[in-house]
């Protein structure tokens, strides 16, 4: 069955970039019919949306305005995985990171990875 | 960005009972609508899409119903287990913004 399998730090430096990578099996990240998403969770902000990364027949990406400036969701072929990296932390960056995929035809998010929580402090 | 606003806030009901629960856009999203089940602690978990389709292995007392603007989740027979945080998310176009979320107790 397919699995997301999430890593990175937990803490990260405000002004410093979180970098966290998705690894996939079970599915390709260049799949023509799935889109490959980063969320985040918090107390203050709930369930966000922050990006996304898809294959058809070109790579495509789609970003929340909220961090449109700061985000950028790039897939690795050769590793078959996904990653996010956003730029200049604050502590209202402090969450936890999902990752998870959607499928064409049915679009909402199917399969999650573990979560990851990510401090922002110094 | 259309907004997704859900409620109630937080629900307790008996087991047993049937459970409603609303989510409204704040612009027309056709069906393009999820619900997932968030447990304490754990990953969400997809209930249902496009509105009113049941994800493979959810049971069936779980249902879903609405389009354009107006939608809601709704358990016929409640069980212990269904203790949880309950989320929409809207899909026809980024950005794919979520709900607040339900909180479902146990009375």
């Known amino acids: 069955q397919v699995q997301m399998q999430q890593s990175g730090p937990g803490l990260v430096k405000p002004s410093q970039t979180l970098s966290l990578t998705c690894a996939i099996s079970?599915?390709?990240?260049?799949?023509?019919?799935?889109?490959w998403n980063w969320i985040r969770q918090s107390p203050s902000r709930g369930l966000e949306w922050l990006g996304r990364?898809?294959?058809?027949?070109?790579?495509?990406?789609d970003y929340a305005v909220s961090v449109k400036s700061r985000i950028t969701v790039n897939p690795d072929t050769s590793k078959n995985q996904f990653s996010l990296q956003l730029n200049s932390v604050t502590p209202e960056d402090t969450a936890v990171y999902y990752c998870?995929?959607?499928?064409?035809?049915?679009?909402?998010?199917?399969?999650w990875g573990q979560g990851t929580m990510v401090s922002v402090s110094s | 960005d259309i907004q997704m606003t859900q409620s109630p806030s937080s629900l307790s009901a008996s087991v047993g009972d049937r459970v409603t629960i609303t989510c409204r856009a704040s612009?027309?999203?056709?069906?393009?609508l999820a619900w997932y089940q968030q447990k304490p602690g754990k990953v969400p978990k997809l209930l249902i899409y496009?509105?009113?389709t049941l994800e493979s292995g959810v049971p069936s007392r779980f249902s879903g119903s609405g389009s354009g603007t107006d939608f809601t989740l709704t358990i016929s027979s409640l069980q212990p287990e269904d203790v949880a945080t309950y989320y929409c998310?809207?899909?026809?176009?980024?950005?794919?913004?979520f709900g607040q979320g339900t909180k479902l107790e146990i009375k």
């Open positions: 998870a995929r959607a499928v064409a035809g049915k679009d909402g998010f199917d399969i």
């Open positions: 079970g599915d390709s990240v260049s799949s023509n019919s799935a889109a």
């Open positions: 990364t898809y294959y058809r027949s070109k790579w495509y990406n």
């Open positions: 612009q027309g999203i056709s069906n393009y």
């Open positions: 496009a509105a009113s």
């Open positions: 998310q809207k899909y026809n176009s980024a950005p794919y913004t």
